[in-house]
Structures are given as C-alpha cells and as structure tokens.
C-alpha cells in the first residue's frame, strides 16, 4: 500500500503520521517528545514504514506572521511584491527569511493577504536534521496556519494564531492529508525547493537517452556484419554481363 509520510512538528514534540495517499486516511501514528529548547528531536530515528512521499508541518510558534493589504490577489504578484514590503518589519531585511502567503479575504484593490515566514537558518536545520535520515521533504507545510485561512475573518484568522486554541491529534492528522494534495502554505521555494523528482527526471532521460544511443549502435553493427558475409555476385553484374552480346553492324 502507498503511503505517505508528515512530520507534524508541535511546540511540545513531534507527530509522525502514515497516511494512505489515495485515500488519506491515517495508516500509523507515533509522537516523539521534544526537549527544551529544540526545535526537531535530535534523537530521531527512522521507526516508521518507508515512504518516498514525505512533508513536514511547522507549528505556528516557529513561525512570523503579518496580515497585509495589498491591491491585488494573483500569487505570483504578491510573492514578487512581498520581499519589498517585508524588508522593513523584518529584522536582517527579506533576504533572511523565507515565506509563503495566502489571501484570507477582501475585495478589488484591497486584499487581505496573511504572511507567514521563518528564518533561513531554522529551515536549514529541520531540512538537515531530516536530511540525516535520509528524508528529503516535497513540501514544508503549517498545519494551524491551513486551519486558520479556513476561519474566515481577519480577526479570526489572528486571534487562533495568537491564542491557545489548539488542535486534536485526529483534526492535525486529517487537515494534514488535505494539505499534501493542495497546499496553503508551501515554505520549500528558491533555496530550499524540491528538486528530488526532477532529478529523477533528468536521470531517467539520460539513461532512455543512452539506451537509444546504444540501440542505435547495436543496429549499425549488424547491418555491418550482415553486409561483410553477403557474396560478390550479390553486389551486381560482373564487368562481361554488364558488356552485353557484340553486333557487328558492318557485315548488314
């Protein structure tokens, strides 16, 4: 059965979830304590089934958030526009974080978009720390931050990512299995994107390519062998056949 492996990291420990990737029902559950001060289990061990689709969720504690207004809601225009807006509310400027962004609400010319981002260096542990156990995410997701975009308002949205509100195990697990079909939050971008499948790509390509080149080769061989053992008298007429039979005109 193929199944899916999320990292639910929580501000108290980490859950593993082994969720079914046609369905997204949850196959196994396992929670790993954190200890003070960490933010991954430096004792993690791989005691969960093997799994190429991997992802890791960050709890809303390691995360920065803002909500912005900004006069449009394409994706690709806010995640171009943001580094500009971002630069003086974050300390060491955009160039230090990454983030992601998701419009809440709002309507032509007034967007209410919420920021979430985290420092460069926080990701790079986590990524190496997996990394470790030869775990390479396709996407780093929030679990709150996906439940808080489902509440509506602008007050809403804050007042759960500021509060204590927190969570089931049942409702991170399925909020989970929604995400890694469409996420809301994605923090694996420039540095820090997912090139695991296109390697792969690459890799497959290069090798169709080299069976082609050798296919290719093995053909021109045999026509060449198959040429060498052909008789001379397959080749065409010898010189006297292709003379032809002598009229002597001059004897009419």
């Known amino acids: 059965m193929a199944a899916i492996t999320v990292f639910d990291l929580k501000t108290d420990g980490l859950s593993i979830y082994g969720l079914d990737k046609k369905k997204g029902t949850v196959l196994s559950r396992e929670n790993i304590a954190l200890s003070p001060g960490d933010v991954f289990p430096r004792d993690i061990k791989k005691s969960f089934g093997s799994s190429d689709d991997c992802y890791v969720s960050l709890p809303a504690s390691l995360l920065n958030f803002r909500i912005l207004e900004l006069p ?40 209410k978009v919420l920021v979430a981002y985290l420092p460069k260096s926080a990701l790079r542990d986590i990524l190496t720390r997996l990394k470790a156990i030869d775990i390479d995410p396709k996407a780093v997701l929030s679990v709150e931050l996906a439940h808080a975009v489902t509440l509506g308002s602008e007050r809403e949205v804050a007042d759960f990512l500021l509060g204590s509100s927190l969570l089931s195990e049942d409702e991170r697990a399925k909020t989970c299995a929604k995400q890694i079909k469409s996420p809301s939050f994605d923090f694996r971008r420039d540095e820090f994107a997912f090139t695991a499948d296109t390697a792969k790509k690459d890799k497959a390509l290069k090798t169709a390519a080299a069976l082609l080149m050798l296919l290719v080769l093995v053909v021109l061989a045999e026509g ?17 056949q292709q003379a032809g039979p002598v009229t002597d005109r001059g004897d009419r």
């Open 72 to 111: 449009f809601p394409d994706p690709k225009k806010i995640r171009d526009l943001l580094p500009y807006e971002l630069d003086g509310l974050v300390l060491n400027g955009s160039a230090s974080i990454v983030f992601d962004a998701f419009v809440i609400g709002g309507e032509a010319g007034a967007y």
């Open 224 to 240: 060449l062998f198959l040429g060498s053992l052909r008789p001379p008298d397959s080749y065409g007429p010898h010189e006297d």
